[in-house]
């Protein structure tokens, strides 16, 4: 290498960055003991910021374009060294990339459960999780605010902080929303939106825009849950002596289709009746009384033997069985 290729070589002409990494947020162009040739080229791309720094000040910012350095498009780097018009000679300067595009799909979490106070079932514990998206929205604030003289700076390097401002207002809006915890599944969409109005602050502080903030899951203690299981469980089976009445009917079914059966089988069926009766005025059943037990089953026992015996036919013991049952 000449002389002359080595003094040219000092001197940068091209300044731009491309990056594929998807986390980095701030790349500081190499250009430590490199001057840079007035008349450069500056390549800035979409979704890109290029921030110049003179002797630790911030100086001029630069959006998406293709610029030729002149003390013409830097004028705040211009005053800060007193160049004038003319000015042509190379000058120092650190150049910092910001990527503004949407870092997407950030995951935020509960690390410890919050305590609720729900109107229905009392102090409750909940975690939660879910995503958000933001983008550098003023590269200036940013650098000054955040990044400083990093040369790197990447999307773990502010997690931390945007996480605690993310659980702290999460925490709060839960709290002052007062819904039910057994409706908040159907709430996740409205708190997110208010979540993300209440946070722009928050991030604004950074030079950042919170552009999406998604709730994907409010879970309770697993003790809790199994509790609202069987609570749904008793729900279903609704009125209790109306249940005993159906298992009844089942279970005479059942026998009046087992050939081997006869009276012993309506003695069965009728103590199965007494049980079920049992369990209707133990769960608070009211109404009419119902037909002695032990003489249901009896009644239904001889009927199933006249029609072993041929006595009857099957629609006539269809018939009178009915009967009987309607009597439960």
């Keep these: 290498m000449g002389l002359f290729d080595f003094i040219k070589g000092e001197f940068i002409d091209v300044i731009e960055w491309t990056d594929d990494s998807h986390n980095t947020l701030v790349f500081r162009f190499p250009v ?4 840079i040739k007035m008349g450069a080229q500056l390549t800035v791309r979409e979704g890109q910021a290029a921030v110049f720094i003179n002797e630790g000040q911030l100086a001029d910012v630069f959006t998406p374009g293709r610029y030729e350095l002149s003390t013409a498009n830097m004028p705040i780097l ?7 018009m003319g000015f042509e000679s190379p000058f120092k300067a650190e150049v910092y990339f910001v990527d503004t595009t949407l870092f997407t799909d950030q995951k935020w979490g509960t690390q410890n459960p919050i305590t609720l106070r729900d109107p ?4 409750v514990r909940v975690r939660a999780f879910g995503s958000y ?7 200036a604030r940013f650098m000054q605010e955040v990044v400083g003289t990093d040369g790197r700076f990447t999307t773990d390097d502010i997690r931390g902080q945007l996480r605690s401002h993310v659980i702290s207002s999460f925490t709060d809006s839960l709290g002052e929303a007062k819904v039910p915890v057994l409706d908040l599944a159907s709430k996740y969409k409205e708190l997110g ?3 993300a109005d209440s946070m722009k602050g928050d991030f604004d502080t ?10 994907e899951n409010i879970s309770l203690p697993p003790e809790v849950s199994a509790m609202l299981d069987k609570r749904s469980s008793m729900g279903i089976l609704g009125d209790m002596g109306k249940f005993t009445q159906f298992q009844a009917a089942q279970a005479i079914e059942k026998a009046a289709s087992n050939p081997g059966g006869g009276a012993a089988d309506g003695m069965g069926l009728g103590a199965g009746l007494a049980m079920g009766q049992a369990m209707a005025a133990a769960m608070g059943g009211q109404g009419q009384a119902a037909a002695p037990a032990n003489d249901l089953g009896a009644r239904l026992g001889k009927l199933k033997s006249l029609l072993e015996q041929g006595l009857i036919e099957q629609a006539d013991f269809d018939k009178r069985k009915a009967e009987i049952l309607s009597e439960i």
């Design 78 to 84: 211009t005053k800060l060294n007193s160049w004038s």
């Design 133 to 139: 998206a933001y983008r550098v929205t003023d590269p």
């Design 32 to 35: 430590r003991d490199h001057a």
């Design 193 to 195: 939106a208010g979540l």
């Design 120 to 123: 229905e079932i009392g102090p």
């Design 206 to 215: 950074y030079g950042l825009g919170l552009e999406v903030f998604l709730i």
